[in-house]
T-cell receptor, first 111, second 114 residues
């Protein structure tokens, strides 16, 4: 029973354009959401997070949006760069409880 | 030096063999985790530990055991490996300050069970 779902296994965008990665969750008790980025042969690295008391969090080119009523969050990357090509995992947790991950979306940014 | 290290990085073993994967961290974090990654399933939690005397089962603990030997070390054992345990295994840590926490991952161990 996957509580966190990333329905797009892959996404391809042109350099300079916006990348939008989507994530849906089913557990209404989740109150903290994160995005991780993973390059081949490396572990996932933390990218950006948002708590349920916010609907937007921004860090440079990366913005995460949370829609609690729809149980949906998205990661926007603007502008996209070739170095952003990686697998992106969405994750969610309740405070002090274990974290659940989505299956990941492979982003390819073409020069 | 990496903050979270895993050994070995790659391992091939045979069905029925016992195998141990090791994780060490220099971040000074209290909490440690073991995950496995399978294609199309993302990362799934196997076991986690909030301190040296604490061990908790995760989503998929059957067939695995763990040992938290010290704050900095957390090992994962497969007592009798089977082919469907072929996966990429990640160790992670978090501070243990409570509340919302970010986890920091090691580079992974690729395990193949023949």
């Amino acid at each position: 029973d996957q509580q966190v779902k990333q329905n797009s296994p892959s996404l391809s965008v042109q350099e300079g354009r916006i990348s939008i990665l989507n994530c849906d969750y089913t557990n209404s008790m989740f109150d903290y959401f994160l995005w991780y980025k993973k390059y081949p042969a490396e572990g996932p690295t933390f990218l950006i997070s948002i708590s349920s008391i916010k609907d937007k969090n921004e860090d440079g080119r990366f913005t995460v949006f949370l829609n609690k009523s729809a149980k949906h969050l998205s990661l926007h990357i603007v502008p996209s760069q070739p170095g952003d090509s990686a697998v992106y995992f969405c994750a969610a947790s309740e405070k002090d409880n274990d974290m659940r991950f989505g299956a990941g979306t492979r982003l390819t940014v073409k020069p | 030096d990496a903050d979270v290290t895993q050994t070995p990085r790659n391992r091939i073993t045979k069905t029925g063999k016992r195998i141990m994967l090791e994780c060490s961290q220099t971040k000074g974090h209290d909490r440690m985790y073991w995950y496995r990654q399978d294609p199309g399933l993302g990362l799934r939690l196997i076991y986690y530990s909030f301190d040296v005397k604490d061990i908790n089962k995760g989503e998929i603990s059957d067939g695995y055991s763990v040992s938290r030997q010290a704050q900095a070390k957390f090992s994962l054992s497969l007592e009798s490996a089977i082919p469907n345990q072929t996966a990429l295994y990640f160790c992670a840590t978090s501070p243990g300050s409570g509340g919302w926490e970010t986890q920091y991952f090691g580079p992974g161990t690729r395990l193949l069970v023949l």
